[in-house]
């Protein structure tokens, strides 16, 4: 079973930093793509940061310049975020297009349970 599990938010001023981290485990054939979502209360998922196959990255508006998506390993990425402000505070969730052994031809998505970023004004 493929999971992705993260780790490292918590509560933070504004102008602190975080380290997001998120570790993917289970019988995995190849990861295609990993990145974060965010979702703060009364609003839609958003995409904040994705790195994909070759390296290529894309970042929303919003965080460029402040946050920095990177891959560790081979089923490992973070998300260094930096002058954060009260805005960034939602609930962030790692995200990842995963090829599994039982089905290696295609690719599925597979979520974090989320953790939880405040940054306090």
């Known amino acids: 079973q493929v999971q992705l599990v993260e780790s490292g938010g918590g509560l933070v001023q504004a102008g602190g930093s975080l380290r997001l981290s998120c570790v993917a485990s289970?019988?995995?054939?190849?990861?295609?793509?990993m990145g974060w979502y965010r979702q703060a209360p009364g609003k839609q998922r958003e995409l904040v940061a994705v790195?994909?196959?070759?390296?290529?990255t894309n970042y929303v508006d919003s965080v460029k310049g402040r946050f920095t998506i990177s891959r560790d390993n081979a089923k490992n990425t973070s998300l260094q975020m930096n002058s954060l402000l009260p805005e960034d505070t939602a609930v962030y969730y790692c995200y990842a297009k995963i090829r599994p052994y039982f089905d290696y031809v295609r690719e599925y998505e597979y979520w974090g349970q989320g953790t939880q970023v405040t940054v306090s004004s």
């Open positions: 289970g019988r995995i054939f190849s990861i295609n793509a």
């Open positions: 790195l994909t196959s070759g390296d290529r």
